[in-house]
């Protein structure tokens, strides 16, 4: 290719002109300065008994920036019948049935890619009867059934019935799982506090659930999950805890709702992550919904 | 030392400049905007140890944070996260070559592109750069020799389709 030095300026320049400046960007560095000195994140992790099952549940404040940092909840909620408890932090408007009630939702995907000798292990929740939406990553390159445990401690096997890398998302089919569906919330907005909830800790561990803040929702441009392709795609920015398992989890709403599919951390862990709209996954749920035959998950992703 | 008033009047007068040498780094505005944050955050617990530029010492902490995260990142599952080796242009439509050179820059590796960046971008001269990664001014003059040679041939490159079969 020939170019110039100019050409080169030219580039960089054009490239980087549609900047949004955020707002108050020295105040809310000298916010966190000054509470980093405090020690910032305060991670208290709780563990609560019922019977034998002990449930995990990690709190994250929020950032310094936040209205309101959430302290832990000594109430807990009961997921009835399901033998396991697990609290939510105490952001006083996600304490309520109907978020206690989806976290019954959240399922516990796993798969084996043999031709990469790699073991997945992901989130996903049911929004449709017998379907589990979850992010294509989790699943990528998976031959065989996909183990698929609810939160009650059911295993159910599921195969993937549907797979977009490009906006990694995949939707699962599992018969018999009798999980009552997660409905959508498209009005997701800055401000709004959210319940990242997930598997994070690893196979066969508890839920956890953790409270955010929804920072933006944006379009936002980035390589589809084989790195093959530019995609845009409508997502939030939230802050809060996410770890790797969480991915393919729900972000709910304060009605427990799906705001969004969490499909990334911020690579500064403090930072939060990012979850794709309920828009943007909307017509892959559609599609999903009905769904029986198996698709191909394609290679794995690196 | 809670209130520094130079701070705020810098943050105001260099934040745009900032967002974008960050989203240049790192190709991805919402990394970006994390990114501009957290250096902000050092820069500001870093102030009285700063002197009359703090550029050089922002965009060092920009080019530092952004190399920690590219090390730090999940495995799969950061794909808003700094664009890694990207393939060309899969299919056989003729891209402009301003988009060509665009996806050629995110193929260069984070040190390249930020020493491009710095000297193409923020215009600085070799020393400034030096000064700011941290490396010999001959180092960095043959770095970015380097990486204008790997653009250039990056057209040549036959691209190679990912995704379906590896």
């Given at each position: 290719m020939t170019f110039t030095e100019d050409d080169l300026r030219a580039v960089l320049a054009e490239r980087s002109t549609p900047s949004r400046v955020p707002p108050d960007l020295a105040g809310r560095a000298e916010r966190r300065g000054r509470s980093r000195h405090r020690r910032r994140l305060t991670v208290g992790a709780t563990a609560l008994v019922t019977g034998a099952a002990t449930v995990t549940v990690v709190v994250a404040q929020l950032g310094p920036d936040r209205p309101a940092a959430p302290a832990f909840s000594p109430s807990p909620s009961i997921l009835g019948g399901y033998g396991k408890v697990v609290p939510v932090p105490d952001v006083t408007s996600l304490n309520?049935?109907?978020?206690?009630?989806s976290l019954r939702s959240i399922v516990e995907v796993t798969g084996t890619?043999?031709?990469?000798r790699r073991r997945l292990h992901g989130t996903g929740f049911v929004y449709a009867r017998e379907r589990v939406m979850t992010n294509a990553h989790d699943v990528a390159g998976v031959r065989g059934p996909l183990g698929v445990r609810a939160p009650n401690g059911d295993e159910h096997q599921g195969r993937v019935v549907l797979y977009d890398p490009a906006r990694d998302i995949a939707v699962?089919?599992?018969p018999g799982l009798a999980v009552p569906s997660l409905g959508f919330n498209r009005t997701a907005r800055a401000g709004d506090v959210a319940l990242i909830a997930g598997f994070p800790a690893g196979r066969s561990k508890p839920l956890t659930a953790t409270a955010g803040t929804i920072r933006t929702r944006q379009s936002s441009s980035?390589?589809?999950i084989y790195h093959s392709g530019q995609v845009t795609r409508g997502i939030l920015t939230f802050s809060g805890r996410v770890e790797p398992g969480n991915s393919g989890g729900p972000l709910l709403s304060d009605e427990g709702l799906v705001y969004g599919v969490i499909f990334a951390a911020a690579p500064d862990d403090q930072h939060g992550g990012y979850a794709?709209?309920?828009d943007e996954v909307a017509a892959d749920a559609q599609a999903g919904a009905t769904a029986t035959k198996p698709v191909s998950t394609q290679a794995c992703v690196d | 030392m809670?209130?520094?008033p130079e701070f705020g009047a810098y943050v105001a007068a260099r934040s745009s400049r900032l967002m974008r040498t960050a989203y240049l780094l790192c190709r991805d505005w919402p990394t970006a905007e994390d990114l501009v944050q957290t250096a902000l955050v050092k820069a500001w617990l870093a102030w009285h140890r700063i002197e009359d530029d703090p550029d050089p010492y922002v965009y060092r902490i920009l080019v530092n944070t952004h190399a920690s995260w590219r090390k730090r990142r999940w495995r799969r599952e950061v794909p808003t996260e700094p664009l890694p080796d990207l393939a060309g242009p899969g299919d056989a439509t003729r891209v402009e070559d301003r988009?060509?050179?665009?996806?050629?820059?995110?193929?260069?590796?984070a040190q390249e592109r930020a020493a491009v960046v710095l000297r193409y971008y923020a215009d600085l001269d070799y020393?400034?750069?030096a000064e700011i990664l941290g490396r010999p001014p001959g180092t960095v003059r043959s770095q970015i020799s380097r990486a204008l040679a790997k653009l250039r041939v990056d057209e040549a490159m036959t691209p190679i389709p990912e995704g379906t079969e590896r």
């Open positions: 309520r049935p109907e978020v206690h009630a890619a043999p031709r990469c699962l089919y599992v980035g390589p589809d794709l709209t309920a | 809670a209130d520094r988009d060509a050179l665009w996806t050629a820059l995110g193929a260069l590796n020393g400034r750069i």
